[in-house]
């Protein structure tokens, strides 16, 4: 009997391991205040979870007079729609002076969804000059009320090189080259 019920002890933790403990470690902040930090070199927070109903929000510092790219894509569900700029806000964008306090989204940037290397239809991707020196929001809004999305989040600066060696697409190649390099 004793062996039986550490035996039921076991596949309970292991199935509270299994199907629990992943909703409830994600890396996004669900509050600006609490947004969880993105390194603005390409690198990407990959896998990480939005739960139903729910907005968690990622943070990078970026510096004046300088171009970024910002791609947040689903990674599991390539035709899942919920994350794209045609969506009306489900990706929302705030740059300073917008603060924590009082966040306001931003529209100054451009959509380069479809620049290639396109972005599918299960991503949204843009571009924007930074107009001040400080930290960059980015908030992702999961519209679904019953399902779950795990996502990527990738900033990268666009380096000034690139502007001048054939325009856009140089720039996203750029992009995707660098996220691949080993450091």
Known sequence: MKNVLVR?????????????LPVLSFAGGSTCSTATAVIPDGRSL?????????TVWYQFNAT???????????DLDADNADFTLANNGNILFYAPPS???SPVSNMNYTDTHLTEPAAGPHATRFS???????AYYVSVQNGSSSIGHYVTVTVAEIHPD?????????KYNHFRDHRHKLH
């Open 162 to 170: 690139t502007h001048s060696r054939g325009g856009v697409n140089a």
């Open 99 to 101: 603060t924590c306090a």
């Open 46 to 54: 990959e896998l990480d979870y939005v739960a139903p109903s729910s």
């Open 128 to 134: 924007f000059v930074s107009a001040a020196t400080g």
């Open 64 to 74: 004046a007079n300088r171009s970024y790219s910002v791609e947040v894509r689903d």
């Open 8 to 20: 039921v002890k076991a596949v309970l933790l292991c199935a509270f391991l299994l199907f629990v």
